[in-house]
């Protein structure tokens, strides 16, 4: 795979079935119009046919009923329709009707059981901000004029959770509550929640009258970590607690007897980290009583549970559970009580990425990607599965690598678990330890474009998943809490010296990069195990705690529960603290509006490195956040990976 393949992945979204209609969105990358194109495609027993024809249209739901699909479009490049708004179209086929023109556009839509009406979220702004015209108090604007981004009215900010990444600020526009008659001639969408707080993922309750959404606890009085689920009259009315977590909820679904499942992580106060995410069910509770006290069907060692909405099915809930690299579709038992994964049936996802699941009866649709492809549809149905896409065929046809599994003992004999990606040729090939962020996530088994890029470009890719990752058990994720930069730097370690043990890789020629958490290890063991490389590339890094507490989205938060509130023992845990012992050539690599790791954490770094007389490099991209290597624009993909080739052939 070469820098320009990507418009070859091809990425299929949730699936929606009802019947014999089974819709998914393809999504591609663009490098001309440098912008992601989809549109929603029919899938069948002789494979896919397109649907719709829009620039991008996702997010399909079919009615209950079967009658109508209502789906996301956005056209064009400015103005609200070019945010996604909600249509409808027939399931027959036909044209699609727009039924929203809200100013930043609307969340995936959920039907209500009637078939007729469908709940979404979708941020308001308050006006005079993202292109809505000011009050014109004091005469400064007239009216229907919105002022430009620059000349926006100051914000007041009283809160450490005030902007998200990816997003921007969040307290101006929050997310609210809609639901609207799709079959009324005209509709002007009103919020059924106000604006104290945002809340997403609705779901109806079996008699159509209510809407589950969660929200922070105590309506978002506070700042807080905790979630709980609220009920909202569909008609309009106060919203109620319903369910009281032990820490978080997200995905509620609410089955025919009135039990809502959701999925959660348990904890108190910011003590987050590396706590596996849960199957949790609770009985919605009679007006006027208590909220409702959840219990946990799974255990919580075990059973990490990835983002995806639990579906009902029979007497069980089909839920995403993450698993030493892979995303499997696991089916849990409705009566469970903390039942281990062991205790549960695999139906998918074995060696593999389930992404999305859908279900209707016993037919259970699913995206699933292989280490050789970005997202393929299978049909489950009668203990088979058949695949019914090839979307990745033209991706495989332009050279797809294998990847190997790797095993390793770190020192204090815990074993390590991960991947080699070898180029094409006999060797002895130059060699990348690539880490992954989070450091609560997991290199996967599935088609990884970086990795793919630098094996077709002639070097040997190391992934691994070192304590710290996800999907190896909950003490396996919580053991860097208060020691990053220990075991998680031990297993990395470990798992490169296994790799040049090999005759095929050049040992003298090793460099080492990463994002995130990436960027801040990649820091640490240039400083630490400076000997082992020949040079490094951090990107998006953290690499000062004591400031990233102050400047980051989640820096109030993530700092204490990983690093601890003792200033003396942030700096001791930050790549910058021990930048005057890095002295192999060095990449900082920052998108301008990075605000998960802001753009200080690289200016710092940068300039520390350059006054200790390191050679290093300043790379910046303009207009991007911290998701750019996933999501930015296609052209500044293309030009990171031209940047990260060019870097490594001068230096390996």
């Not at 959701?262 to 509770?285: K, M, Q, S, V």
Request: with cysteine; aromatic share 8%.
């Amino acid at each position: 795979m070469r820098p320009a393949d990507l418009e070859l992945l091809a990425t299929p979204g949730q699936p929606a079935l009802r019947g014999e209609l089974l819709l998914i969105a393809l999504s591609r990358p663009d490098l001309a119009g440098d912008s992601y194109r989809s549109s929603l495609r029919r899938v069948g027993p002789d494979g896919d046919t397109a649907w719709t024809h829009g620039e991008r249209d996702t997010a399909p739901a079919i009615s209950p009923d079967g009658r109508w699909v209502a789906f996301l479009r956005a056209e064009g490049t400015s103005g609200p329709l070019a945010r996604p708004q909600l249509h409808v179209m027939p399931a027959s086929g036909g044209d699609s009707r727009r039924l929203t023109e809200l100013p930043l556009g609307v969340d995936p839509p959920v039907w209500a059981p009637d078939s007729r009406r469908v709940a979404f979220t979708a941020r308001l702004p308050e006006p005079g901000r993202y292109g809505v015209p000011a009050d014109g108090e004091d005469g400064e604007n007239d009216a229907g004029t919105a002022p430009e981004p620059a000349a926006e009215a100051p914000r007041r900010i009283t809160r450490y959770d005030y902007r998200l990444d990816d997003v921007g600020f969040v307290r101006d526009r929050p997310r609210r509550l809609f639901v609207l008659d799709t079959l009324a001639e005209t509709a002007t969408p009103e919020p059924l929640t106000d604006a104290r707080t945002s809340v997403s993922d609705p779901a109806w309750t079996p008699d159509g009258e209510t809407v589950l959404v969660v929200a922070p606890r105590d309506w978002d009085r506070v700042e807080t970590l905790h979630s709980d689920v609220y009920a909202v009259p569909a008609a309009g009315g106060h919203p109620v607690e319903v369910v009281r977590t032990r820490g978080s909820a997200a995905r509620p679904v609410v089955a025919a007897d009135g039990t809502v499942y959701f999925t959660g992580a348990e904890f108190t106060g910011l003590d987050r980290p590396g706590r596996n995410t849960g199957l949790w069910a609770a009985t919605l509770p009679g007006p006027g009583s208590a909220p409702a006290t959840p219990r946990r069907l799974t255990e919580a060692e075990t059973v990490d549970c990835a983002d995806g909405e639990p579906v009902l099915t029979g007497d069980a809930v089909l839920v995403l559970v993450r698993h030493r690299g892979a995303v499997e579709l696991r089916s849990v038992p409705r009566d469970a009580d903390r039942s281990p994964l062991a205790e549960l049936s695999l139906l998918a996802g074995e060696r593999a990425v389930v992404r999305g699941v859908a279900a209707d009866g016993d037919t259970v649709a699913v995206v699933q990607a292989g280490p050789a492809d970005a997202g393929e549809v299978l049909l489950l149905s009668a203990g088979t599965s058949r695949r019914l896409t090839d979307f990745s065929a033209p991706l495989r046809a332009a050279g797809v690598r294998r990847a190997e599994e790797l095993t390793a003992t770190a020192p204090d004999g815990y074993p390590v678990h991960g991947w080699l990606v070898l180029p094409e040729g006999a060797g002895p090939h130059p060699v990348l330890l690539v880490i992954h962020g989070g450091p609560f996530a997991q290199y996967e088994w599935s088609l990884f474009d970086e990795a793919q890029v630098y094996a077709s470009a002639g070097y040997a890719v190391v992934l691994g998943n070192p304590r710290g990752s996800a999907g190896y058990g909950e003490a396996h994720g919580r053991a860097v809490v208060g020691a990053f930069g220990t075991v998680d730097a031990d297993d990395l370690v470990a798992l490169l010296d296994v790799t040049l043990a090999r005759s095929d890789v050049d040992r003298e020629r090793v460099g080492v990069m990463g994002g995130s958490y990436g960027g801040f290890m990649t820091g640490w063991l240039a400083a630490h195990h400076g000997q082992r490389f020949r040079a490094a590339w951090s990107e998006r890094a953290v690499n000062a705690f004591d400031s990233f507490a102050g400047s980051s989205d989640i820096g109030w938060s993530f700092t204490e529960g990983y690093v601890g509130a003792d200033v003396e023992e942030q700096r001791r845990r930050s790549p910058l603290t021990h930048a005057d012992r890095i002295d192999i050539p060095f990449a900082v690599v920052h998108s301008e509006q990075d605000w998960r790791c802001p753009l200080e954490q690289a200016q710092r770094m940068f300039v520390a490195l350059k006054k200790r007389g390191t050679e290093t490099e300043l790379l910046l991209f303009p207009g991007e956040g911290h998701e750019l290597t996933r999501s930015g624009r296609p052209r500044h993909r293309r030009q990171r990976f031209d940047a990260v080739l060019d870097w490594w052939s001068r230096h390996l």
